[in-house]
T-cell receptor
Framework: NAGVTQTPKFQVLKTGQSMTLQCAQD?????MYWYRQDPGMGLRLIYY???????DKGEVPNGYNVSRLNKREFSLRLESAAPSQTSVYFC?????????????FGPGTRLTVT | GESVGLHLPTLSVQEGDNSIINCAYS??????FIWYKQESGKGPQFIID?????DKRQGQRVTVLLNKTVKHLSLQIAATQPGDSAVYFC????????????FGQGTRLTINP
């Protein structure tokens, strides 16, 4: 049981390049989330998916797109990377049912945009 | 707007002492609260949670206290150890229908030998 996995672990992009961050969970959770964490800051929600087939914007969605490929996988795409998107990106999943709202986090992807 | 804040961004304690990390939340309708620990280079890990119908909940060496009157949450760590050095986040669930948590800024806890 790997929990939440993310790929890649590290990535360097040039301004204007595109890339997709991958996330998968093996806990059969309904809900999945993408956060970004800037140095010395908390977690800011980019997008989330309450269930397979649905996605919703979070606090900072501009410059990103997401795809809930199936129940296990939730990807985050940067179409045209900007230096302001340099950050650590965390994916999380949650069952969000029965009074349990705990989110399980992946190890993160460290992205640098030059 | 919704926000969860912390009183102190950094906290230093002596090894073996008890630590208290505070969190203020703004939405009186929030019905669930959770504490996470984030070690350097890792993702946040669950520590303990509490529902709004409780005032206190205890785990292994940790206690969470909830004061709904003043909208305040605290995490107490007993007999702090070097491995407790990390950033601690609180988060709240606002029952708005959206399946998401609102996270606070975080407090960095440093343990002095």
């Amino acid at each position: 049981n790997a929990g939440v996995t993310q790929t890649p672990k590290f990535q360097v992009l040039k301004t204007g390049q595109s890339m997709t961050l991958q996330c998968a969970q093996d806990m059969n959770h309904n809900s999945m989330y993408w956060y970004r964490q800037d140095p010395g800051m908390g977690l800011r929600l980019i997008y989330y998916s309450a269930s397979e087939g649905t996605t919703d914007k979070g606090e900072v969605p501009n410059g990103y797109n997401v795809s809930r490929l199936n129940k296990r996988e939730f990807s985050l795409r940067l179409e045209s990377a900007a230096p302001s998107q340099t950050s650590v990106y965390f994916c999380a999943s949650s069952e969000w049912a029965g009074g349990s709202y705990e989110q399980y986090f992946g190890p993160g992807t460290r992205l640098t945009v030059t | 707007g919704e926000s969860v804040g912390l009183h102190l961004p950094t906290l230093s304690v002596q090894e073996g002492d008890n630590s208290i990390i505070n969190c203020a939340y703004s939405n009186s309708a929030s019905d669930y609260f959770i504490w996470y620990k984030q070690e350097s280079g890792k993702g946040p890990q669950f520590i303990i949670d509490i529902r709004s119908n409780m005032d206190k909940r205890q785990g292994q060496r940790v206690t969470v206290l909830l004061n709904k009157t003043v909208k305040h949450l605290s995490l107490q760590i007993a007999a702090t150890q070097p491995g407790d050095s990390a950033v601690y986040f609180c988060a709240e669930r606002v029952p708005s229908g959206a399946q998401k948590l609102v996270f606070g800024q975080g407090t960095r806890l440093t343990i002095n030998p």
